[in-house]
């Protein structure tokens, strides 16, 4: 249920509130969170981002769960742009072995081939995504929003017990 | 920035070091249980871990390492641990340890769980595999023991087909003297090709030869006509060298064909001679002086210890990596990716146990007769390259007073090329019962003695080389029937005259592939008894197997011979002959040519002479 009632959050935001920028970059930080493995040190750090700057929860959120479905159906490609940069890029073996040396670095797990293709990829889509999404944002508010909003799913989710419970306390975190 | 920093910040902070102190213990738990199980490939389970913050250390209830190729057993289970860990290094998630303590460790204890990792699968045992060095042993040391010669004087007599051998060894020397019938075939129609062109020269020759005796010195009567024949001559003596120069090669080309065949002709007798021995070898017929009763006393129990000890070896070699600089691509499993490690100066591995005092033993509760051992392991790493020293185990047990034992191993993966190193030795062991021989050939049982063995193995890469010294001791024998034949009864006599024997075993990878040694300070006397009864017998059977094969290999010789030599014998008499025509025309043109030098210079002093008399006249 905590899922509807961030699908009808973010469609309420793509609407009005926060700005095309605030929605398109929580988003695109979620998509990174969704790409990459969890536990590790640059997943803190995108968390931390999130929280700290003031993107759109929600969007990042749902991001987190639509890209975690394209990390485990694009796994074997991440596994395969992993090992290259790992392995078969001489000019990066310096920088690994360096890193791989330092104290905490070894926390953010870069030398597994998953972890680092997932994260080259997921900074490599960030632009593209960020930008997508702010179009997309800019296109509902001005069109597409009026159509979503007749639709009957729309209504069930607007209406729901949980969605009021969650609004209420969101608003309580400021 | 967000209003409430505080509310989304600071405060899941908190609650992550809440977490973090309530959790710790379980994760850095979890994490050597990994790196554990990364080295051994079974289930690393430890108990009740706690961490100490100041000094960072840890200290554990229990843990237990399961045996990978025995999933329901531990390789070792250990009581309480406590070892310190270096922080610097923790924080890089390294878990480097500078000296661990542990206590009453236990071998070989039963598991109340499955110790095999999940999914891992039906795991076959590293000594198991194609190509381990138990499974080379064992096929090597299986295939002596087949060997076993046969001892009974009518079994040679009746059993031995000698048709049937000579086509089962398919005789080399057969395939040889084939061999040779294609390559003298072929170089008889070269040298016919040969000689058809030397026929042709030998027209020329003949034509020389012919001018040069046409011309006639005396009748030349001038200076003129003398020099226009020595110029003559002297180029029927190039046409003729040049001929000669031809004709040499030629001849030198069939003349070491001639002697390459003669020399694999003459090597006949050495392959026949290897055929024999092979003969012998299918017929099973001992060579009485060299023939030792090893392998039937001892080679079947050997047989079953060596497997067992070398699988250690095996499972050592299988998971003690080496490490690549540049690791092959894996198929992991979904999300789960490949670890890439790369090595560095004054890095340091993954996991690093600088030293481990040990003391245990085998499991009391399961064996009364515990055996216990004390001693030190050094060097338990995830990745010896980075830490450029290799794993080296030093223990000394005993059990009671009587027996006593020591282990050193060394195993180098610092190197491209692994090196396993073992020495051990054990003494005083008592033998309730200890199976000597086969059902067939002396079925007995030692009882009451006492055995020791001292061990050496070297495994450089593929390379291997073992050697043991056994010893057996005050025993008594039992047998379980009455001898078969009289080979078991000679072999019986020898062994009542004694209270013991020694066993030397050397087990070594070759060219050829694996081969086993295996000999008894017994074999000399067992050769010598046997050598009385035998050897007349087993003599008259030798030579019977070397008659029908010398009489084969003499048959296909003689067809080989008889056209080889015919063929070789006419181009040798067409050489002779033409190297005569050379020989007289070279002769002719030289002899020519001096007496026409003779004659010039007779002509050129006849008229010097008329000339000086011209002058006193006047």
Redesign the interface.
Known sequence: MLWITIIRDFIKILREGQTPAQVAGGFALGSILGLS?MLTLQGAVVW?II????VNLSAALLALTVFSLF??LL?PL???V??QT??NIDAL?GL???L????????TRF?????T?SFVSALVLFVPVYVWMKRFVLAYRASVGKKIEQWKIYQVIKKSAVVQWYEKLRDF?? | ?????V???LF?LLILAVVLYFFMDRWIEAGLESAGEQITGARVEIDNLSLSVSPLGITMSRMQVANPDDPWFNLFETKAITFAMDP?QL????YIIEKMEVNDLIVGTRRGSNGSLPGAGARQRAGDKKGSFAALAEEVLARSVEKTPIFDPAILRKGINIDSLIKAVGLQSISHIETLKTRASLATAQWQATLADVQQTKQRLVLMDSSIRSINPAALKDVASVTTAIKTVDETRKGINDIVTTYTARRDAITADIHQISTAVAAIDDIAAEDYRKLLALARLPDINAMGIAEVLVGKQLLQDVKKYLSYADLAREKIHNYTT??E?EK?P???????????D???PKLWIKAVSLSGGTDQSQNPEFFYARGQVKNITSDQRITKIPLTVELTGSRGKSVSATLAALFDRTRNEPLDEYKAGIKGVPLASYALGRADFLPATITGATFGTAVAVKIPGRDFDARAELDFRNMAISYASAPANIGDRLAREVLNGVSGFDVDLRLWNSREGFKAALATDLDEQFAARLKGVLGAELTKVQSEIRAKANRFISEKRKEFEAVYNAKRAEIEKQLAEYQEIVTNATAIAEAKKKELEERLEKEKKGRIDDAVKKIFKR
């Open positions: 493995p931390l929280l700290v700057l003031n990390a485990f796994d991440f596994h395969w992993g090992y790992l392995v073996q690994w072995t360096t791989y040396n330092a104290p905490v670095a070894p926390l030398n597994n081939t998953v972890v293709g975190g400021g | 920035m967000r209003k409430r920093f509310f989304f910040v899941p610097g924080l890089r998630g390294k540049k690791p691509m992991p979904r999300m789960k990716g490949q670890d890439i490690h790369f090595p560095a004054r890095a340091y």
